[in-house]
């Protein structure tokens, strides 16, 4: 059984930075993963994803201010933020499946993905 468990979230002003991590144990390979995040009110939306192979893939409203990166522990995976806006205030999810989701992260609101983490709050003030 595989289990996802994030860190890092927490609050920030706009213009800063945060950096989230995201465990995967209980899986011998390469798991393809991904951020996801939820507002309130607001539809799971998909952020960014590092594939198996390496290959990563972002939603627009995040190219150019986030990187997804994966740790030297071979199902370890990051998120830096940089640039933070107030509209990225969510709950942020790391997903993982086995199988390639084969679906641009921009049009993904998770299905494609079987493990879920609890999540980890992200607040940006302006």
């Known amino acids: 059984q595989v289990q996802l468990e994030e860190s890092g979230g927490g609050s920030a002003e706009a213009g800063g930075s945060l950096r989230l991590s995201c465990a995967a144990s209980g899986y011998p390979y390469s798991l393809n993963m991904a951020w996801f995040r939820q507002a309130p009110g607001k539809e799971r939306e998909g952020v960014a994803a590092?594939?198996?192979?390496?290959?990563?893939d972002y939603a627009d409203f995040v190219k150019g201010r986030f990187t997804i990166t994966r740790g030297n522990g071979r199902n370890t995976l990051y998120l830096q933020m940089n640039s933070l806006k107030p509209e990225d205030t969510a709950m942020y999810y790391c997903?993982?499946?086995?199988?390639?989701?084969?679906?641009?992260?921009?049009?993904?609101?998770?299905?494609?993905?079987?493990?879920w983490g609890q999540g980890t709050q992200v607040t940006v003030s302006s």
């Open positions: 590092l594939d198996s192979a390496g290959g990563t």
């Open positions: 997903a993982a499946d086995p199988s390639n989701p084969n679906v641009w992260i921009r049009y993904s609101h998770g299905a494609e993905y079987k493990y």
